[in-house]
């Protein structure tokens, strides 16, 4: 796998996640009390994901980006 | 809305939360992984399929490859992925998918997916129907049909023109079964009941309402409750019982004969007659106010004998299944010149009569009898000999000679069916009976 494919699918998963959260987000009004708990927990670990996967592009992109 | 079977197939957990919610009015099934997806394909009936393509940060767009099986079973398949890219549309396209959609507006997406889902499967069942269940290929007729059907979930009333036999019960019957009505498609022809007959049908009875009420019965109102009431013949009811219908049909309430409590039912109206409605009224036969309350769309069907290129297709249905009948050239001319008075329904006793025959290759011999058979009945009898018949026994007495005639064939061409026989030929039961008797004491 080449670089360039690591960094396409890890932007493609960063947008996935990104877009997952803000439906989340939209929804998450019209959710009953459970599924609200249920909700934040995957919206929290998908935060925490996009946090990783940040930190990877960071990481690939090299010294200076910080 | 209709309840729809959808898989959802996506890695990501809030993903597929985010999915099962806004699929939240359908029985949704969640596969992780493709090898679940395909799984779940071969073994259960899905109407749509939500696919992911990227499966992990590892993956090869292995979503891609549950499009195909999702196709071949029959699913619809819609691609939702983040992997947007012109390349990926193409591939996806190209394996089958009906719809691409890029992640991160689901809620709307979803809603307009299923909407286009759901117009795009009635729009083929409508064109499904003039192949399968109303067999016709003449544009105006297809048209007319395509409308009406448009209307088949809606609660508005449909009124159905068209001579005696051209299908507007057929076409009632679907108009029901592309409404959703969770009730009974339930049908009366109002010609053939006497007014008191009449009310006890429609609105039932209590045990003891009136002599022979050995036991209660339910009204067809009533069996048509979240369904669909079918009045056939409407123009031959009596004012009074034009009244007591829209009353209850206003109120969707009624009392049944003998009963002080009143019954509740909601059905939806489709009725049809032969006759022109306008004429009617004009004449003081239908009520103004019931026409108004059952012409909400209005649909005209035509006489066989002005779409002829239905006649084919019509004898290939009612042989479906059955021994197949072969026309020669002759015969096929023979058919098209015939002016079918009894439109649909008289093709259809032709097609018994030929199937039933000794060879399933009909010439114009064997044709030009049975319509000469079938004409003939139609005719008026000999006129010089009911010419000297009604000098010998008076007009009254040939005139009641013609209408048993009449009246014999129908019965049997119905195979006996008195309700069939009063219908066809517009008659009150009374009349029936009293023609019926002046025969039998000939």
Known sequence: ?66 | MEKLNILVLDDDKLAQKVMAASLSAHNVEIAGDLKTALKKLDSCKYDIGFFDLLLGPEDDYSGLKAIPRAVEKGVYAVVVSGSDSDEMIDRAYALGAGDFYAKGNEEANVADILRKFLRNRKAAGARNIFTSAFITGDPETKAAATEALKYATAELPILILGPSGTGKTSLAKILHEHSGREGAFVSINCSAYTEDLLEAELFGHKKGAFTGAHEARKGRLLEAHKGTLFLDEIGTMSQNMQMKLLKAIEERTFYPLGSEKPEHSEFRIISATLEDPQALIAQGKMRFDLFQRIHGFTICLKPLTRRKGDIMPLVNHFTRGARRLSFNAEALTLMEAYPWPGNVRELKKLVDLLSSGAGGRVDAETLGKHLKGQARQAAAPDGDGLYAYALDKGLEAALDRVASGLISRSLRENGGKKTRTMADLKISTRFFYSVMGKSKGE
Not at chain 1, 41 to 65: D, F, N, V, W
């Open chain 1, 1 to 66: 796998m080449t670089g360039k494919t690591d960094d396409s699918k890890l932007l493609h998963d960063l947008r996935s996640k990104c877009s997952s959260l803000k439906s989340a987000a939209e929804l998450y009004k019209d959710c009953s009390a459970a599924e609200k708990k249920e909700m934040l927990a995957l919206m929290k670990a998908a935060a925490a994901e996009i946090s990783a996967a940040l930190a990877r592009l960071e990481g690939a992109a090299g010294p200076g980006t910080k």
